[in-house]
Every structure is written in C-alpha cells, then in structure tokens.
C-alpha cells in the first residue's frame, strides 16, 4: 500500500524547540522540586514559582500534555502532581536528579545552537570565546564553585551510562582501574561499589581533586578509590590493568585523541584495556541521532572537537597498537568502545 508523503515528522521537529524550552524553563525555575511530593492547584504553583497569573494554566496543561506533569481533576480546581520521572529525575532533592544538564542546555548551550550556521560556515566556536570571553574550560577551572556546580550538573546523566557500565562490563580478570578525566569519581564509585576486588585511580587536574575526594569519601570508598592530579596532555597516566575515559576523548581535535589514546596505551599491560565511554555514532552514520547532534555541539563548543564511531576508535587504536575490540551499549544513545593490548 503506497503511503502518501506526510509534513508530519517536517513539522514536529522544526517545532520542538517549543517543548524543549518549555521543559528546560520547567527545570530551570525548579517547578518540579517545588511541587515535589505535594499536590498544587495552578494558582498555587504560579505563586510558588512566582509567575504572571497569565502562566496559568497554559504552561502547566502544556507539562501534563508532553508527560512531565500529571493533573487530577480538570479546572480551576484541578492540582498539579510530579510524574514517577519527574520525581526520580527532576526533583533536585533526589539522588538520581539530572536536572543540572537540563539548566545548562538553558543557561548556555540554547542561545549558542542559535548560530549553528555560523558555526557550519566558519568552523569555530560559537560560545563565550565568539564574544571575547574565556572558553568553557578555561573560566571554569579558574572559579573552584562553578567547577564543581558544572561536575554536579555532568554528575545525573553520567551515572546512568557508568552505572550500565559497570553492570555490564567483565571485570574479573583486572584488578586495578584508572579513569582518566574522573571529575567527581563517580566512574571508580560505580565500579569500585559492584566489584570488591576492584582499587581505582581517578586521575585528573590537580582543582579537581578536592571534590573528587569529597565525593570518593561520600561513598565510603576512600580505601579503594585514591585521586591523583595530573594534566593528561603533559603526564603520564597511572598505570593500571583498565583506563577509562567517560566523555572525553569527544572534547578534543584528532590530534589530541591520538595523543590520549597512545598515553593510555603505554600506561597499560599487556592484555589491559582503554575504554571509551560516549554517544559512540553507528559505523554507517545513520542511526545514533544524539551522537551526530553531540559532535556538532562540539563544534560549536571547540570548533576542531567531534565525536566518532566505533570503526573510528578501532582504526585509530589500531595505529597505536591496540589488537583486539569490541562495543557494549550501555543506556540510551551511549556505548562503551573497548580497546585490548
């Protein structure tokens, strides 16, 4: 049966910006933690976010219609209520909030995808460096609560993919790992509390370390999990029988892959391994949506910086001297790409 082209899916995603912003805006103003275990009447939530009485009901009916929010009853009566989701995920009072991300995607990277033609023209990014400030990295590493307030916000949507990771990885034959850009630690603590024969390193650059240990010893896991500084493009890293990388190898130039890639190499053993955890783009290029859409927000975070296939970390693992690999899928768009000595 020959189905008639539709404009549907055309106009659904030109105009999903709509509920992006709507949802982003939701999280940005805490709506769903100030409702957090209550029920609100739409008068009551807009005094509590203090909105325009104009909000009312639109925003509100708008979160229930795309799922965020669930309502009892109809009319002015009706109470709002958090969705089992929106309690887990977007309450900021919940140890599984990934809300951070959600205010960041608002705070920064909203008004920047904006100049993706620019970005598509000219090659360069398109964030505070277009407008004479300091790059991301840069301004953060200089401002130690802002660091940490961006590593929260990279905290809830990493622990999905390390949690997979280290449910799904074998870790039997190793017995020491080191995870190389380890921000809070949170890679060593999800593998660290899952295989007790495991002791970790999370190496990374000496601001770091304070909320590293602050977060290791949160966990309990001082005595397994030690943090070590360094700078990855200028020390040698640990030696260890796994090195991890959780989204970083994305952030840099072929260059610099090649360059991280060949340190974990001649850091590990014989039949260790450099696990790269990321939105790992399908070999063919015509699946993993995320993974494309996240290699041209590098582009408009660092210009030369994108994001690869598996048969790309192979080729380039390969060169360096790597003999055997595989790909796991760990949650959602993100997989973990494996590399043997």
């Known amino acids: 049966m020959n189905h008639s082209p539709s404009p549907s899916s055309i106009l659904q995603t030109a105009f999903s910006f709509w509920n992006s912003k709507v949802l982003l805006t939701a999280v940005e103003v805490g709506l769903f933690t100030k409702l957090g275990n209550r029920c609100l009447t739409g008068t009551e939530l807009c005094q509590a976010l203090q909105f325009h009485p104009r909000a009312n009901p639109d925003f509100f009916d708008a ?3 795309m799922k965020f929010l669930d309502r009892d009853g109809d009319g002015p009566h009706a109470t709002y209520v958090n969705t089992p989701e929106g309690s887990m995920f977007l309450d900021a009072t919940s140890p599984r909030y990934i809300g951070g991300i959600l205010v960041m995607l ?73 995870d190389v850009g380890g921000a809070t630690g949170l890679l060593s603590v999800e593998a660290a509390k899952r295989h007790s024969h495991l002791q970790c390193i999370s190496f990374d650059l000496p601001v770091v370390e304070p909320i590293a240990r602050k977060h290791i010893a949160a966990a309990g896991l001082e005595h397994r999990i030690t943090t070590v500084s360094g700078d990855f493009f200028k020390d040698q ?10 989204m970083i190898l994305h952030d840099w130039n072929l260059e610099k892959k090649l360059h991280l890639i060949r340190s974990a190499y001649e850091a590990l053993p014989i039949g260790g391994a450099l696990i790269a955890i990321e939105a790992l783009i399908d070999d063919a290029r ?6 494309l859409l996240m290699s041209l927000n590098m582009l408009l975070e660092f210009g030369d910086a994108f994001d690869y296939s598996g048969a790309d970390f192979r ?19 993100t997989s973990a790409a494996i590399a043997y000595k």
């Open 237 to 246: 890293l640990p030696k260890a029988d796994l090195i991890t990388m959780g």
């Open 63 to 65: 979160l229930v219609a």
């Open 106 to 178: 608002n705070a920064r990277l909203f008004r920047f995808w904006n100049d993706l033609p620019d970005a598509l023209r000219t090659g360069r990014p398109q964030n505070e460096i277009k407008h004479g400030r300091k790059g991301m990295f840069e301004e953060l590493y200089s401002d130690p609560s802002r660091l940490e307030q961006f590593m929260g916000a990279m905290t809830g949507i990493s622990r999905i993919n390390f949690e997979a990771f280290a449910e799904k990885f074998d870790f039997s034959k190793f017995r020491t790992l080191c």
């Open 315 to 333: 080729q380039w693992c390969r060169e360096v001297g790597f003999t055997r690999f595989e790909v796991i899928h760990l949650a959602g768009p």
């Open 286 to 291: 015509r699946e993993n949506v995320q993974g």
